[in-house]
């Protein structure tokens, strides 16, 4: 049967403030956006969002940095300094029409500027508050910077990737911002779907550092009940601290193969290692023996091209794929069907191609074609229309 078709997005209806900056805050309010929330950025008047100017190289699109564009499209924006008694009482009566908003304020800053949760559900009892601190919101850490490349240090998680002989080694990418985002977004929902049974609001917390400890839930698990034995990376080719051999990413003659869970007598059989499958037969060795057993896969390996080996090993349902770098990944097959890529377009024409949400409704993709507001570019159409 086909699969019908949203007439309207979930969160159709919804209004969300988006008073955060950066990544993490801001990446949960574009998820709303994306399910069909209207989403207004409240920013500061002229400079806005600090972000506009947090660049990744040196790429600038319509005045604005690229890492803003992506967290930032199809939402309104209003111009807004919160020190400012007209510009607070305008968001203010924006808030008592909201049914969420969105703070990364270090912890006490929103209390003392009036925009705690106890201050706002006076004036919205329905309102959901929704906030990202850097490590909780009290404690000996209460006052580091909620960055992500810290909390990434502070998390332990920056000894699982590399091998043995590195130093301690960083995600390539702001994964604490972007993973509390996804759980700010949760606990919002989740906020939203207990007020549609209740009628009453609800305060949402987490942080970068419990994103990053729930990141590493699977792995800190076996720590805790282990003896708290600290993990060890492979000293060749690691992928995962806690997993045996071959797991691993492996060089070949013209590139990487990365090799997932496979019985190593199967595997031995297979390349004409027969080395394999005596260790097979040893318990515990594919662990304990961990670094010898992959150093022999990576000579065997290195002697081929991946053409050759992916034959080979899916032909006998091996797990196995190469290891694509951006350009040949985007001029895939299996990535152009899944239709990822949007042009995204502003109001003064300027267009910035970006990905689309990851999630499908009855077999669609919700969200607007519609780019990262200019600063302040929707306060006047929202005074008059909120009546501010």
């Known amino acids: 049967m086909p699969t019908s078709r949203m007439k309207t997005p979930p969160l159709d209806g919804l209004l969300v403030l988006d008073m955060s900056q950066f990544l993490s805050g801001p990446s949960a309010a574009l998820r709303l956006g994306d399910l069909g929330a209207r989403v207004i950025k409240?920013?500061?008047?002229?400079?806005?969002?600090?972000?506009?100017?947090?660049?990744?190289?040196?790429?600038?699109?319509?005045?604005?940095?690229?890492?803003?564009?992506?967290?930032?499209?199809?939402?309104?924006?209003?111009?807004?300094?919160?020190?400012?008694?007209?510009?607070?009482?305008?968001?203010?009566?924006?808030?008592?029409?909201?049914?969420?908003?969105?703070?990364?304020?270090?912890?006490?800053?929103?209390?003392?500027?009036?925009?705690?949760?106890?201050?706002?559900?006076?004036?919205?009892?329905?309102?959901?508050?929704?906030?990202?601190?850097?490590?909780?919101?009290?404690?000996?850490?209460?006052?580091?910077?909620?960055?992500?490349?810290?909390?990434?240090?502070?998390?332990?998680?920056?000894?699982?990737?590399?091998?043995?002989?590195?130093?301690?080694?960083?995600?390539?990418?702001?994964?604490?911002?972007?993973?509390?985002?996804?759980?700010?977004?949760?606990?919002?929902?989740?906020?939203?779907?207990?007020r549609g049974v209740t009628g009453e609001g609800a305060e949402v917390q987490t942080s970068l550092f419990e994103a990053m400890i729930d990141l590493q839930f699977e792995v800190l698990t076996t720590h805790l009940n282990d003896g708290g034995r600290p993990p060890r990376r492979a000293e060749v080719d690691n992928a995962h601290a806690y997993l045996a051999a071959p797991y691993g990413v492996y060089r070949t003659a013209d590139g990487y193969l990365a090799l997932a869970m496979t019985p190593l007598d199967k595997l031995g059989r297979l390349l004409d290692m027969p080395e394999l499958g005596a260790a097979a037969a040893e318990p515990g060795a594919a662990f304990r023996d961990r670094d010898a057993i992959k150093r022999m896969l990576s000579d065997r390996l290195a002697t081929g091209g991946n053409v050759q080996w992916l034959k080979l090993l899916r032909a006998a349902d091996v797990w196995c794929a190469p290891v694509l770098d951006w350009p040949t990944m985007l001029d895939n097959e299996a990535f152009r069907r899944l239709d990822m890529v949007q042009t995204v377009l502003r109001g003064d024409g300027v267009a910035v191609r970006t990905t689309k949400t990851p999630i499908r409704l009855n077999g669609t993709r919700t969200g607007t074609g519609r780019a990262a507001p200019k600063v302040g570019e929707h306060t006047a159409a929202l005074v008059r229309e909120f009546d501010l």
């Not at 506009?52 to 040196?58: A, P, S, V």
């Not at 564009?69 to 924006?94: M, P, Q, W, Y």
């Not at 969420?100 to 006490?108: A, T």
């Open 42 to 194: 409240v920013e500061r008047p002229e400079t806005g969002d600090i972000c506009r100017q947090l660049y990744l190289t040196d790429t600038d699109v319509g005045g604005d940095s690229t890492l803003f564009h992506a967290i930032n499209r199809n939402k309104e924006s209003f111009g807004a300094d919160l020190k400012d008694a007209t510009d607070r009482a305008r968001v203010f009566k924006l808030i008592a029409r909201a049914d969420v908003v969105i703070l990364n304020f270090r912890p006490g800053v929103a209390e003392r500027l009036g925009f705690g949760y106890d201050a706002l559900r006076e004036i919205n009892p329905r309102i959901v508050h929704a906030s990202i601190s850097g490590y909780g919101e009290d404690g000996p850490w209460v006052d580091l910077p909620g960055q992500d490349l810290l909390a990434q240090a502070l998390s332990g998680g920056m000894w699982l990737s590399g091998s043995a002989g590195d130093g301690p080694v960083p995600f390539g990418l702001s994964i604490a911002d972007m993973l509390a985002g996804h759980a700010l977004m949760e606990g919002i929902l989740a906020a939203l779907i207990r």
